[in-house]
Each structure stands twice: as structure tokens, then as C-alpha cells.
Nanobody, 123 residues
């Protein structure tokens, strides 16, 4: 399995921006579709965004569409999530994961997961 390590989380004010990253352990990363999920305290893990293996196609949850951008740099084995216009309801632990299913929104389709990075949106 691919090892994934998220980074870049932190505390940001409402309306601010943050970019989280997900570094993969091996070059086969380039052949995987990827996704971001998040989990807030007391809530189930929810889909945020997904990207196909080339990085050319993306899919977003309605709650983040127009504010978040997922991207994939296959030369650096790294997945990104650029988050703009952040809201308090975006507060959660953010996880990246790999899948062989293109643009899936279902956590059960994902096989390797990172440990998560905390994003807190608060004034």
C-alpha cells in the first residue's frame, strides 16, 4: 500500500485560505486517483474532493465547490487541497486517500489513507 502523509493544517480565520498537502511514498502514486475527505467531531467522515490519475478531471462536494481546489503533482508525488473563503463549518480533520475508482465520492472505494491533518477555522 502507498504510504500517505498529510501536512499544512492549522488555525485560520473565517474568510482565510489554507493549503494542505499529501505526500506519497512511492512513484506509483501517479497511477492512482486521489481524494480528500474530512471528519468533524461527532460527525461521519465526508467526501470533499477527488481527482483522476492524470489530474485532469476533478469532482467536488457541493459544500466546497467554488472555494476549494484539488490538484495533483505527479512529479512530486504530492496531492494538494487549496482552501479559500474558509468557514467555521470547514473545521475538521482532513484526510487524503488513494483509489483505483476515478472520481469516486465513496470512502469505501479508497484503499490507502493518511493520518489526517487538523484544520480549524475560528476567529
Amino acid at each position: 500500500q502507498v504510504q500517505l502523509v498529510e501536512s499544512g493544517g492549522g488555525l485560520v480565520q473565517p474568510g482565510g485560505s489554507l493549503r494542505v498537502s499529501c505526500a506519497a511514498s512511492e512513484r506509483t502514486f501517479r497511477y492512482y486517483a486521489m481524494g480528500w475527505f474530512r471528519q468533524a467531531p461527532g460527525k461521519e467522515r465526508e467526501f470533499v474532493a477527488s481527482i483522476n490519475w492524470t489530474g485532469g478531471n476533478t469532482y467536488y462536494a457541493d459544500s466546497v465547490k467554488g472555494r476549494f481546489t484539488i490538484s495533483k503533482d505527479n512529479t512530486k508525488n504530492t496531492l494538494y487541497l487549496q482552501m479559500n473563503s474558509l468557514k467555521p463549518e470547514d473545521t475538521a480533520v482532513y484526510y487524503c486517500a488513494t483509489t483505483t475508482r476515478q472520481l469516486s465520492r465513496y470512502a469505501t472505494d479508497y484503499t490507502s489513507w493518511g493520518q489526517g491533518t487538523q484544520v480549524t477555522v475560528s476567529s
